[in-house]
């Protein structure tokens, strides 16, 4: 009975400050297709999955995608539609300078993206974009892509090029998408460019991308402080759990947000301004047992340093699921292999409830956990979540959405409210069902649904869409 009447206690209401602005993303690759029309250049992207669509899940591409290059103003009514504050969305390079050089400005693509702010604008959403979510273009893959140190320079000067042009419309800024993504499975394994270089192009590729955010940062404050915009970058962190309580546990926990979360945010956040230590000394120690002459995670100059540290005025946070995480067998292998650096054993529990997707379990209280260990990790930095979502099977009554949207924002709730975390605004990943990278389109992020058969790709409201709705324009997350 006890059991009983506590289950139908009513919830006090966990309503979010009334200015907490609620969001949805998306990103060009995944959304715009037209991947060759209108001057647009070849990314690495258009290139991988091309030539590999056997690599792909269903071994689709992304020329049609959700043809949001088409049907922009279908995607901002939807979003009109939700009542949120802003869209978070990406540039893609490539339709902006189709070599990645500034040689050749397209201006079909300048316009394109003129159109898409406009267009939110004329609706009262915020335009929050992101400058770089993976799509490099091939002709700078062809140079060597993240691991030439030069593409820092080529980066700067399309970063120029948009706040050149959208900088008197658009007021939040991120670099880079989740570099820990598109470093350590796109050098460092299977997603495009496809280099499979673990321990090795994966470290390159992150000291670029480091660089070439410390230096548009700066570049930012000395050309464009007129603006009065932000500039931030987003990290990607899953919820890395001990997997007991054994010391050892903990520690390879700590082991592995070092190397998973502290790689991009120790260099930017810390006092300190480099890698963790953690990093350091690990790589450092398999490199000589190797044989490598030098480490094979580079290092700063002292003047990189100080550039790097400090370059930001907010930070991204992209959180989704929970991992445990033990010790691992201490083995060296004779190969680099950032596996055996970080030299943990990762794994989800089978109890926690699963989704369409073998990554993503569904583990709400790791959300507060990550928020929390930010905070105390970094000063509590201000925060805002860039994405937060998960993918189940096509259909509108999204019942089982809806459930890990509440559970999220109820954590993510506790972690600002509770425990103080500095959060300012949430976004769902992702306004509507899209072509998610190697897994093609048979992933469904959405809270619109896409019918991929119907000749327009109509866009259909789920009931997690008219939840979020709720949560959006209240602030209150429904009983
Ligand atoms: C994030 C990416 C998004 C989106 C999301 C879904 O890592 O920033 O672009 O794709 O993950 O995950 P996935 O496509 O890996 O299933």
Known sequence: LCAFIRAHEATPKQCFSNLFPFGVASAAFQTEGAWNVSGKGESIWDRYTHEHPELVFDHNNADVATDSYHKYEDDVKIAKQLGVT????????????????????????????????????????????????????????????????????????????????????????????????????????????????????DYLCGHNVLRAHGMTFRMFQREFSHLKASVGITLDLSWLEPATTSADDQEAAETARQFRFGWFSHPILSKEGDYPRVMRESIDRN???????????????????????????????????????????????????????????????????KTNSTWLRVVPWGFRKTLNWVKNSFNNPLLIITENGVPFEAGLQDVKR????????????????????????????????????????????????VDYKSSNLTRSARLSAAFYSTVARTKCIPD
């Not at 799509?135 to 060597?144: E, I, R, T, V, W």
């Open 287 to 353: 490199s000589k047992r190797q044989g490598f002459f030098r480490s094979r995670l580079p290092s700063f100059t002292p003047e990189e340093v100080d550039m790097i540290k400090n370059s930001y005025h907010f930070l991204g946070l992209n959180h989704y699921t929970t991992y445990l995480v033990s010790k691992g067998s201490g083995k060296i292998s004779t190969k680099p292999s950032f596996d055996d650096d970080m030299g943990v054993k990762i794994s989800q529990n089978p109890s926690w409830p």
């Open 86 to 201: 802003f869209y978070r969305f990406s540039i893609s390079w490539p339709r902006i300078l189709p070599t990645g050089l500034r040689n050749k400005i397209n201006e079909d693509g300048l316009k394109y993206y003129h159109n898409v702010i406009d267009a939110l604008l004329r609706e009262n959403i915020v335009p929050v974009v992101t400058m770089y979510h993976w799509d490099l273009p091939q002709s700078l893959q062809d140079l060597g892509g993240w691991t030439n140190p030069t593409i820092a320079e080529y980066y700067v000067d399309y970063a120029r090029v948009l706040f050149e042009n959208y900088g008197h419309k658009v007021n939040t800024w991120l670099t880079f998408n989740e570099p820990l993504s598109f470093c350590h499975d796109g050098y460092g394994g299977y997603d495009a460019p496809g280099s499979r270089s673990s321990g090795f192009e």
């Open 402 to 449: 809806v459930n890990y949207i509440e559970a999220y924002l109820r954590s993510l709730h506790d972690a600002i409210y509770k425990d103080g975390c500095n959060v300012f605004g949430y976004t769902y990943w992702s306004l509507m069902d899209n072509y998610e990278w190697m897994r093609g389109y048979s992933e469904r992020f959405g809270l619109f649904e």
